[in-house]
């Protein structure tokens, strides 16, 4: 049977044994796993048979939630076709290597890994065993980015802000790979250029590592991105401003608009009759769902990864670079005495 393009948002797969469905396996149920396994138990072209977590009562609540047993990680690995990784990111590597190694398609939270040998290990694992890898960065299957993109040109500068009150979840890493990876990896998408120059403040407010960063990345092509994350926030803020040739972009993703000024659209601008305004929204739909939907198209219908390794890597390699700048900045600010130094002791 030959394939046929499905319109969708964003992008397309193919459509193709469509009554198939996959068995899958679930790693991890902790607050996002959880959410991963009710869509799994939910799901037509998926079998959810089973989910492990360290954790025994928070593996027997929501195995009894998603109607699905608890098993261990070997017994997942010996049933399932595919796994969905939803540990934390110490753990993704371990757990998507032996997936991958015991010939399973893997779908792997964001971030791909914690180094980028790591990372590189999980692509040639799945590329010389012909597997399905796809990285969770959920954003690309958002609605908002498909409004995005589809009336951005090639950005100049973007200026993007993703702030939010403090919680413990997700402080077993920094800001930078709980909140601004998400940004990194959009602004990759869109500059589609290699990063060439990146400068970042962060601090440790809360937590053991960065709650708060700025970072400053100039692209191979020219384009320049400033992008802030914080997780000690008094509100949640997540916008976005994009310059380009053809316009003005600004998008407020909570209050799903955005606004666009280029040459010849919309409402004239007073004064500027060359240009005009449009303003625009989305309705938001289960972006977890479609990330879902395009990891089962991989697997049962041969459609492209839309968020591969190589994506997976590439916003990983921008969030180290963040890391290692705010590292190098805080190194002169202790040397000149701007900050103390981390390891002197408070004053008594």
């Not at 290990?121 to 958002?142: D, I, K």
Request: charged share 20%; proline share 4%.
């Amino acid at each position: 049977m030959e394939a046929v393009p499905v319109a969708r948002n964003p992008g397309w797969r193919y459509q193709t044994n469509m009554g198939e469905r996959l068995n899958i396996g679930l790693i991890g149920a902790g607050h996002f796993g959880r959410y991963h396994a009710l869509k799994l138990a939910a799901s037509t072209r998926a079998k959810l048979i089973g989910l492990a977590d360290p954790d025994p009562e928070r593996a027997k609540a929501v195995a009894w939630e998603a109607g699905c047993p608890v098993r261990s990680v070997a017994e997942i690995l010996s049933l399932a076709q595919a796994v969905i990784i939803a540990a934390p990111a110490e753990f993704h590597f371990e757990l998507a290597a032996q997936a991958l190694r015991a010939g399973k398609h893997v779908l792997v939270e964001k971030p791909i890994a914690a180094t980028l040998e790591q990372a590189a290990e999980l692509a040639v694992l799945a590329r010389e065993a012909g597997l399905v890898l796809q990285v969770g960065h959920l954003e690309r299957f958002s609605a908002a980015h498909g409004a995005l993109t589809a009336r951005m040109g090639k950005p100049l500068y973007i200026e993007a802000v993703r702030i939010a009150p403090f919680k413990p979840r997700g402080t077993d890493v920094s800001v930078i790979l709980d909140l601004m990876i998400h940004d990194l990896d959009l602004i990759l998408a869109l500059t589609d250029s290699p990063v060439e120059n990146v400068d970042a403040v962060g601090a440790s407010v809360a937590s053991a590592h960065e709650d708060i960063a700025n970072a400053r990345i100039r692209f191979a092509n020219g384009a320049v991105a400033t992008i802030t994350a914080s997780r000690i926030s008094l509100k949640t803020e997540r916008k976005m401003r994009i310059f380009s040739q053809t316009g003005y972009l600004t998008v407020d993703f909570s209050a799903r608009k955005l606004t666009l000024i280029g040459r010849g659209i919309g409402m004239k601008l007073p004064g500027f009759e060359e240009f005009g305004v449009e303003q625009a929204g989305w309705q938001d739909h289960d972006a977890l769902a479609a990330e879902h939907e395009a990891f089962f198209a991989s697997v049962l219908d041969g459609a492209p990864v839309l968020v591969d390794a190589e994506a997976g890597t590439r916003a990983l390699a921008a969030a180290l670079a963040v890391s290692k700048a705010i590292a190098d900045s805080r190194a002169i600010a202790e040397a000149s005495g701007l900050v103390p130094k981390m390891n002197e002791a408070a004053p008594s």
